[in-house]
T-cell receptor, first 115, second 115 residues
Framework: AQKITQTQPGMFVQEKEAVTLDCTYD???????LFWYKQPSSGEMIFLIY??????QNATEGRYSLNFQKARKSANLVISASQLGDSAMYFC????????????FGTGTRLQVFP | DTAVSQTPKYLVTQMGNDKSIKCEQN?????MYWYKQDSKKFLKIMFS???????INETVPNRFSPKSPDKAHLNLHINSLELGDSAVYFC??????????????FGPGTRLLVL
């Protein structure tokens, strides 16, 4: 069975600073994919970034980067130069090769960016 | 040019009623999903359909019945609504056979409140 753990229920960061949101996962599958989604207060789920378990390099998308440490089973999201609009819930999710139809989500981290 | 749309956005109803939520995607995706997000923000898959065929049914009470008239639409009908059905329901879609990297795109959510 797959599991995603996000241990930080809430995080604060000052505008223009970088912040790391933690995500650890558990799977016995040799191949899997990891995703991060953002959910602002308006409620929609926005895809941010993807990391494959066999990708050689950490994924980056603009100000978002993924600190992927396979041995530690962690896939932390790093947001650089935080903006007020980054205030939202952030969800880590995983899909494993033996169950590609299913995306398993963590419990989320609420990020607050203050001026 | 909305990608995944849901109607209604808000739904307030009495216990025991029957209600439907509609979902449409114009992304040309083959696979559609229904997720439930509870009051603690935990997001869990309920159903998935691929080309109108049911792929996933996650031990959801049979009061919930998805219907896919075509691959661009996946509606959710709920019979005999209960207080515990109050949640945000998200529709999502993806283009399959991309393996682990297959990204799901979410609708704006339908906030259901059962009184």
């Amino acid at each position: 069975a797959q599991k995603i753990t996000q241990t930080q229920p809430g995080m604060f960061v000052q505008e223009k600073e970088a912040v790391t949101l933690d995500c650890t996962y558990d799977t016995s599958d040799p191949s899997y994919g990891l995703f991060w989604y953002k959910q602002p207060s308006s409620g929609e789920m926005i895809f941010l970034i993807y990391q494959g378990s066999y990708d050689q390099q950490n994924a980056t998308e603009g100000r978002y980067s993924l600190n992927f440490q396979k041995a530690r089973k962690s896939a932390n999201l790093v947001i650089s130069a935080s903006q007020l609009g980054d205030s939202a819930m952030y969800f880590c999710a995983m899909r494993a090769v033996t169950n590609t139809d299913k995306l398993i989500f963590g419990t989320g981290t609420r990020l607050q960016v203050f001026p | 040019d909305t990608a995944v749309s849901q109607t209604p956005k808000y739904l307030v109803t009495q216990m025991g009623n029957d209600k439907s939520i509609k979902c449409e995607q114009n992304l040309g995706h083959d696979t559609m999903y229904w997720y439930k997000q509870d009051s603690k923000k935990f997001l869990k898959i309920m159903f998935s359909y691929n080309n109108k065929e049911l792929i996933i049914n996650e031990t959801v009470p049979n009061r919930f019945s998805p219907k896919s008239p075509d691959k661009a639409h996946l509606n959710l009908h709920i019979n005999s609504l209960e207080l515990g059905d109050s949640a945000v329901y998200f529709c999502a879609s993806s283009f399959p056979r991309q393996g682990l990297q297959e990204t799901q795109y979410f609708g704006p959510g339908t906030r259901l409140l059962v009184l």
